[in-house]
């Protein structure tokens, strides 16, 4: 299924709660739907070495026709014990609630509910690691995660053989030296961990000096796009590096690959280009130019042809948004063709007559020249819809997540039953300086075309995540500490309904400077806070899902013992370093700040801190911390706090994690 539109599919069967983000089923998987779910499926979890009953056990509930006479069973009983709680039958229906527990193993199978010892239908269920076990798996995928510049990532759920081997996730990312050029493609089956596969647009070349010689010689895949920005009178003469790909599934079953190229680094004259490709690793062949910004066009009224994403609306209609250090923009796309709605298309000779490009886009909509051009209609509008007006900001992407749970009393009396739900279209984006400064930002709005404001109701962005490391000071980081300048984000909704966020880290330099490394790619959970906003875990995903955390567990598992960092973007070029707190039973912190903390939900967490509030979620994670050994570091599945605080334009996030 296309990893954009994946959310908007599932969003019919889902039942949202901050637990119930975690998975989609929708019945069972017999001809006939004679089962349905009224809850989410079972997720027992095996706690390792910490036992609370509310972790290892699951219910769930389900109704069907009482004109069945249904048992049910564990087809796999090795998974754990299945009890039937409780069963009543009203209106011609029966709803049967049933606990899961006992669990000893690690896997997936289905309960069977049989009639006469006939299955007549299914329900998935699963047990997992309360804690993930193996935290440095991504950073040991070595040069297969390394230079993963911008990375996208789509989800194949049938899979894709590569030679002989099966993957089911995808990654594209930005070209240079060390990845290779025609847009590098890894392969992954879990998230966490890649083997590079080749590049996407082979022809492209595989060296800068390749791309150059063969654009010079008219035989380049992408010569059209070539011939366009080298007509361009800022053409650098030696920008041969394709920029932030996108790929989406195509509705033949194939993949269009939206790709950038621009005439010099940081250069505002850009082309976006669409290519295609049965195979999901390719190779890809150029189709057309989908939007072009020239020279003679940069003047306030343009965004930069640069950082295609595509997302779908609840219709399935499809949309384009892209735009660096100016504006995001949003263009309607035909979901048939993958190119514009508008059918705005032009050749290589009328584009590159720059001084007549506005009258030629006008001419052809029959738009008068002299109307400002902010307040034409969507149609006429080249350049697309401005949902977001920042020039610090680059990298959309859009993503549309429907019923989050908002609560919007006092979360000391927390209840559910006063929960609201509201549907947005979450699109985050990266800020300010790419080797100093980078943070990712948040907006949300109830349309697809619309004004993108942060939770604050303004345009700089909800801050989810800027520079730190678990380690508490220079002298002790190491690279699986650190996640320094993270940004150029792309959004992942699995066919499990599990969120993620992919973005690229620079782990460390050689000279400790955070602003000269490789990019990795590096994969973590998103949530949602009971105030809608989203969050991240803010360590690397390693198979971990989020579930209901307990009172109990985040006191008593690491007897109240946290790293936390307090992050802030407002500083230039600092690195927010771990310090120690503790967590007590009574709702106390104490520490290096001192501030409360209150539990509620599934894993919702509310928390004071210097006078500031924090909203956040508890979620399961790979904590790390500083070590006097050989590695410098150890780590441990646990649980970590991610947090956005309520405190204005300060804009702060708050990161904590076990230690143990």
């Known amino acids: ?47 390792n070495d910490y036992t609370d009953s509310s972790i290892t056990s699951s219910t769930f509930t389900v109704e069907y026709d009482a004109k069945y006479n249904l048992t049910a069973a564990l087809a796999d009983e090795s998974l754990g014990t299945l009890t039937e709680v409780s069963s009543s039958t009203s209106d011609g229906k029966v709803t049967a609630t049933y606990k899961m527990d006992s669990a000893k193993v690690v896997g997936s199978s289905v309960v069977n509910f049989t009639e006469k010892d006939k299955v007549v239908d299914t329900v998935p269920v699963s047990v997992k690691s309360a804690y993930p076990e193996d935290g440095f798996k991504t950073i040991s995928s070595g040069n297969a995660a390394c230079y993963s510049h911008d990375p996208v990532v789509i989800e194949v759920p049938e899979g894709y053989e590569v030679n002989g081997e099966t993957y089911y996730y995808f990654s594209y990312s930005t070209d240079n030296e060390g990845g290779g050029y025609g847009v590098p493609v890894k392969g992954s089956t879990d998230l966490v ?244 400064d980078y943070s990712m930002r948040v907006y949300k709005s109830a349309t697809p075309v619309g004004t993108y404001l942060d939770c604050y109701g303004g345009t700089k962005g909800s801050v989810i995540s800027a520079t730190y490391s678990w380690a508490e000071s220079e002298a002790t980081r190491a690279y699986p500490l650190n996640y320094f300048v993270p940004g150029h984000n792309d959004l992942l909704t699995n066919s499990a309904n599990e969120h993620f966020i992919v973005y690229h880290n620079r782990v460390v330099g050689k000279d400790k400077s955070f602003g000269t490394d490789q990019h990795y790619l590096t994969t973590s959970l998103i949530a949602f806070n009971s105030k809608g906003d989203m969050v991240m875990s803010p360590v690397r995903y390693t198979g971990e899902s989020l579930r209901k955390v307990t009172a109990d567990e985040i006191v008593k598992y690491s007897n109240g013992n946290y790293l936390g960092i307090v992050n802030s973007s407002k500083t230039f070029g600092v690195i927010q370093y771990a310090e120690k707190y503790s967590l007590s039973a009574d709702g106390s912190i104490t520490g290096a700040a001192e501030g409360t903390w209150t539990l509620y939900g599934e894993n919702y967490i509310y928390i004071t801190l210097d006078g500031i509030e924090y909203y956040g979620v508890v979620m399961p994670g790979y904590c790390v911390k500083s070590d006097s050994g050989k590695k410098g570091y150890v780590g441990k599945g646990g649980l970590v706090i991610s947090a956005i605080g309520n405190d204005g334009d300060n804009k702060k996030t708050l990161f904590m994690e076990m230690t143990f």
């Open 1 to 47: 299924m296309n990893k954009k539109i994946v959310s908007m599919a599932l969003s019919a069967v889902m039942v949202v709660s901050a637990l119930s983000l975690l998975t989609a089923c929708g019945g069972g998987n017999a001809k006939e739907d004679v089962v349905k779910l009224k809850t989410t499926a079972p997720i027992c979890f095996i706690a």
């Open 193 to 436: 961990e890649w083997k590079r596969l080749g590049s996407a647009i082979p022809d492209f070349g595989t060296k800068a000096k390749e791309v150059k010689e063969s654009c010079e010689k008219g035989t380049n895949e992408l010569q059209k796009v070539y011939d366009v920005l080298s007509a361009d009178s800022d053409w650098g003469k030696g920008v041969w590096t394709l920029w932030a790909p996108e790929v989406v599934r195509a509705p033949d079953g194939g993949y269009w690959l939206y790709g950038s190229w621009t005439t010099a680094f940081g250069s505002r004259r850009s082309v976006i280009f669409q290519c295609y490709s049965k195979s999901p690793v390719g190779p890809f062949e150029f189709k057309d130019i989908v939007v072009y910004s020239p020279s003679s066009s940069n003047n306030g009224k343009q965004s930069n042809a640069i950082d295609p994403s595509i997302f779908y609306d609840t219709d399935g209609e499809m949309y384009m948004s892209y735009g660096s250090f100016s504006d995001f923009r949003v263009i309607p796309l035909d979901k048939n063709t993958g190119f514009r709605k508008d059918k705005a298309k032009f050749s290589a000779e009328e584009m590159t007559k720059a001084q007549n490009f506005y009258s030629l886009y006008y001419k052809t909509y029959k738009c008068d020249w002299s109307e400002d051009f902010d307040d034409l209609d969507d149609n006429e509008k080249y350049f697309g819809e401005m949902v977001l007006k920042n020039e610090s900001i680059e990298g959309s992407v859009i993503e549309y997540f429907e019923n989050v749970p908002v609560y919007k009393g006092d979360v000391k009396d927390y209840d559910e039953s006063k929960l609201t739900y509201e549907s947005n279209y979450y699109m985050v984006g990266s800020a300010n300086s790419l080797s100093a």
